[in-house]
């Protein structure tokens, strides 16, 4: 399996969805960490959520360098997306910023990187909601591959994503 997994890596996962209409996009990424929930607003209406997964140690507080295996806690952005990651489509967040970085310059360790917004790993689609029954990415969030899509076609670069304790 660990094969095909690979495999699945190197060609990602096919064509992403086309963006939503302009008045179905987000212009806010909630995350509420403690309750492994996700939301899209527009203005204040939430017009999506979803049920996520994320760090291994996401309870243990925000990320604080390489890998802690925390979820960041904070103000971010997207600011690009990769349509074949290793991963059903991602979104990446602008993690760490300027206040991470001087923190774990000051710890003397490199802040980590590449915090996403993601599907499951390619070729494990299968796994569905079965995911959300634990936390087992290394500081991402984590939903469905159908989730993804719908993520990847409301959520525009530049988006700016909350993520809370």
């Known amino acids: 399996m660990f094969a095909y997994t690979k495999l699945m890596a190197r060609i990602g996962a096919g064509s992403?969805?086309?963006?939503?209409?302009?008045?179905?996009?987000a212009d806010l990424i909630r995350v509420y960490k403690a309750e492994r929930r996700m939301i899209l607003l527009k203005g204040d209406t939430p017009i999506s959520t979803y049920r996520i997964s994320l760090g291994q140690a996401a309870d243990e507080g925000p990320k604080q360098r390489e890998g802690d295996e925390?979820?960041?806690?904070?103000?971010?952005?997207?600011?690009?997306?990769?349509?074949?990651?290793?991963?059903?489509?991602?979104?990446?967040?602008?993690?760490?910023?300027?206040?991470?970085?001087?923190?774990?310059?000051?710890?003397?360790?490199?802040?980590?990187?590449?915090?996403?917004?993601h599907g499951l790993p390619n070729g494990w689609g299968l796994f569905g909601n079965a995911h959300q029954l634990w936390d087992?990415?290394?500081?991402?969030?984590?939903?469905?591959?159908?989730?993804?899509?719908?993520?990847?076609?409301?959520?525009?670069?530049?988006?700016?994503?909350?993520?809370?304790?």
């Open 16 to 25: 992403p969805p086309p963006d939503a209409p302009l008045e179905q996009q």
């Open 70 to 117: 925390k979820t960041p806690e904070g103000r971010y952005e997207i600011d690009w997306r990769n349509p074949k990651s290793m991963a059903h489509l991602s979104l990446h967040i602008s993690y760490p910023g300027s206040d991470d970085r001087r923190n774990a310059d000051a710890g003397g360790f490199p802040p980590g990187g590449n915090i996403m917004i």
């Open 136 to 165: 087992w990415t290394d500081g991402c969030i984590a939903v469905t591959n159908s989730e993804m899509r719908d993520i990847w076609a409301r959520v525009p670069n530049h988006t700016p994503i909350d993520i809370m304790p």
